[in-house]
């Protein structure tokens, strides 16, 4: 794993636990739910809810850190038989491809969740603000690419040396 320093590695690190602490929140609501409507009948209100928002926090909190693993799906098969030379720039390229996509899609999330701001959007059964769990997912849309661009900048840093 390529361990980041200074305030990016701190974020990655936070965010890394948050996105821990939600996938055992996810299971442990559910677990619970499934519990109450076996032994009593009665569902947990709300659960399906709480465990979707907290799936989208534990996505979008992992990116940082599943960049950084390599754990993200990629052509390994094709790409491996590349020279050396030629697996460098598809990288290079797919990381750059990669902080055009994402960039764009948090610069859209972002605004996605001023609008639901606006319109007062809340979710069906807790009626908690939608465009808060937007903006969370965008916060780490963000983190990822800044991730992607120092990835890009030590690129031309080894490149350049």
Not at 26 to 54: H, K, Q, W
Request: contains cysteine; proline residues 3%.
């Amino acid at each position: 794993m390529e361990e980041t320093s200074g305030p990016l590695g701190v974020t990655e690190k936070a965010m890394r636990i948050i996105a821990a602490i939600c996938l055992a929140a996810m299971a442990a609501m559910t677990g619970a739910d499934v519990f109450m409507r076996g032994a009593f009948n009665m569902p947990i209100f709300g659960c399906e809810e709480i465990v979707s928002i907290l799936g989208v926090i534990a996505v979008g909190f992992a990116l940082p850190y599943t960049h950084y693993q390599k754990s993200h799906i990629g052509v390994e098969i094709l790409v491996r038989r590349l020279p050396q030379r030629t697996r460098n720039v598809v990288k290079l390229a797919t990381n750059i491809a990669t902080l055009a996509l994402i960039a764009v899609i948090t610069w859209r999330m972002f605004l996605y969740a001023g609008t639901l701001a606006e319109s007062g959007e809340v979710s069906m059964n807790l009626e908690l603000p939608e465009y808060m769990v937007v903006y969370v997912l965008s916060f780490g849309f963000f983190v990822y690419s800044i991730c992607l661009v120092m990835d890009i900048v030590k690129f031309f840093k080894v490149k350049g040396d």
